[in-house]
């Protein structure tokens, strides 16, 4: 049977390896290219980056860098971060990504997203949902790029991109980006009741059962940082997966 | 290892890219090429693609890769891998377009049907597991399990089993992977599946 996805999630920043947490406070961790190859020896099921600064700084995406990336990758590579038109994308795919992760973009124009789905199918379009709660703990949706909670709903907002024909959702805690403290378990199971495509869980993931507790609510895959790129209490910078007898295992369903 | 050319079939349609850079690691000879002229009888044939059925005939047809080519292909015994689409395309039609299929393998592509309760999403995507059919050169009997990368909304339905050499299970098992004499498909993406990946194109090369 189809197997649930683990993945590292890399955010770059001026062509470093960062992570953050809450999302500020980006701290560089490493090369990206060497990073990327010590992941594709590790054998992970899927890699996805993410540019942090493009949206913010209206640049496009690093189509250089990311070939390179691709080049290293010897499993699904997908990429975020600039991307606002069907060109930009179409350099991408053409470079050897085989995921456009969309935010900005598509809380602006979601007809964006549908020019993509058309064009390359739903499967390569991923959507990225960031959500902060507010003082009550009720999500709200927050716009990464402009740093700032905006007022859609966000199961509307979810209802609305995959119909505009999203095939994937990122599904980002904020509060837990970097913390590892343990995923916003309530938040991922409303979110995958809610959606019939797969669901991409990320933010807070600190240990192996953390992510068998993302599956068992419902998300099809879990997508960490600081958990692979950190080691021991001092958060010194280490490279880590799972190997895959671990990983099946931890994931076996009864 | 052989190092007889590796033709990899570029309609505009798939990430080319990767199905290269797989053979080349592997030291195979890869060439890229959109042009059935430039395509020697020597070598072997990659036929990636991505997309809709209906958009990949038409890339095919539009770049020469006609009736005609695949009769030559199938007289001088080249040996073809279709990938995901490129697999589906080498079938006699497809329940996602109106276009006819290339037809050199007896089977239909069918799209994913599940009950509301089996709670499956399409595309079948991420990583499955390859169980080998009967005996081939591309899937061999291992102890070890093959898992591979999936991404696709339709799925290969042969009318013959017996060319089956890998079963995948997704809501009951279909067919992952075919072979009729040097016609082999995958349904899914050796280029992206690590080690299994490798190991296939090497077999293929090795052919």
Known sequence: ????????????????????????????????????????????????????????EGREPNYGL??????????????????????????????????????????????LVTALADRFGSQSVMVS????????????????????????????LLHQLIEAGAGEVLLNAVDKDGTL?????????????AVEVPLIAVGGISSLEDIKAAINVGASGVAA?????????????????????????????? | MTNSPVYIIDTGLANIGSVARMIQKIGGAAHICNNPNAIGSNGKIVLPGVGHYDHGMEALNKHGFDAEFWDEVIK???????????????????????????????????????????????????????????????????????????????KVVPDDDNIVIGWANYGGVFCAAFQQKNIFGAQFHPEKSHQFGIELFSRFIAL
């Open chain 1, 181 to 193: 403290s343990g995923p916003d378990l309530d938040l991922i199971q409303k979110a995958s009741k």
């Open chain 2, 76 to 154: 001088r015994d080249v040996p073809v891998l279709g990938i995901c689409l490129g697999m589906q395309l080498l079938c006699r039609s497809s329940e996602e377009g109106t276009s006819h299929g290339l037809g050199l393998i007896k089977a239909d592509v069918k799209k994913f049907r599940f009950a509301q309760e089996e709670n499956l999403k399409v595309p079948h995507m991420g990583w499955n597991i390859v169980e080998p059919g009967v005996e081939n050169p591309l899937i061999p009997n291992l102890e070890t399990e093959q898992r591979f990368y999936f991404v696709h909304t339709y």
């Open chain 1, 225 to 254: 940082g600081a958990f692979f790129v950190y080691f021991g209490p001092h958060r010194a910078v280490l490279i880590t997966y799972p190997k895959y007898e671990e990983l099946e295992k931890l994931l076996k369903t009864e």
């Open chain 1, 129 to 156: 949902i960031d959500i902060k709660k507010d003082w009550l703990r009720n999500p709200q949706v927050y716009s990464a790029s402009r740093a700032k909670v905006i007022g859609t709903n966000w199961l509307d």
């Open chain 1, 66 to 111: 990311i070939e390179q990336f691709a080049g290293e990758c010897f499993m699904p590579l997908a990429y975020g971060g600039g991307i606002k038109t069907v060109e930009q994308a179409k350099r991408l795919f053409a470079s050897g990504v085989e995921k456009v992760c969309l935010q900005t973009a598509a809380l602006d124009n979601p007809a």
């Open chain 1, 1 to 56: 049977m189809l197997k649930n996805r683990v993945i590292p999630a890399l955010l770059l920043k001026g062509g470093g390896l960062v992570k953050t947490t809450k999302f500020k406070d980006p701290k560089y961790v490493g090369d990206p290219i060497n990073a990327i190859k010590i992941f594709n020896e590790k054998q992970v099921d899927e890699l996805m980056v993410l540019d942090i600064t493009a949206s913010k």
